[in-house]
């Protein structure tokens, strides 16, 4: 088992900055993949950006790109998320998830590759 907890969400003004931490403990040895989706209201969580455990190789959906950098730091268990530029159309529920198992690198922004999921964090900005 994985848990997951997120952090660093709020509420911030358009061209705004926010970093989003995802802490993971647990039985973390398995993680291949670190992936952080979105949700809005009434709709199903979308990929935002996934970062390989081991080589720190990072992947954006094009409307991120640019502007949302992903890393992580193996020997704290965590994950980071870097907004910048924030827009209105960010604003949505942000949540980590973990992959346990070999995910092919073309479907890292499927939401059912990844097991593990945090509880998510609120992000809000205002225009």
């Known amino acids: 088992q994985v848990q997951l907890v997120e952090t660093g969400g709020g509420s911030v003004q358009a061209g705004g900055s926010l970093t989003l931490s995802c802490s993971a403990s647990g039985s973390t040895g398995r993680t291949n993949l670190i992936g952080w989706f979105r949700q809005y209201p009434g709709r199903e969580r979308e990929a935002v950006a996934a970062?390989?455990?081991?080589?720190?190789?990072?992947q954006y959906i094009d409307s991120v790109q640019g502007r949302f950098t992903l890393s992580r730091d193996n020997a704290k268990n965590s994950a980071y998320l870097r907004m910048n530029s924030l827009i209105s159309e960010d604003t949505a529920m942000y949540y980590c998830?973990?992959?346990?198992?070999?995910?092919?690198?073309?479907?890292?922004?499927?939401?059912?590759?990844?097991?593990?999921w945090g509880q998510g964090t609120q992000v809000t900005v205002s225009s």
């Open positions: 998830a973990h992959s346990v198992e070999p995910v092919r690198w073309g479907n890292w922004y499927k939401s059912t590759e990844y097991k593990y």
């Open positions: 970062i390989t455990r081991f080589s720190g190789l990072a």
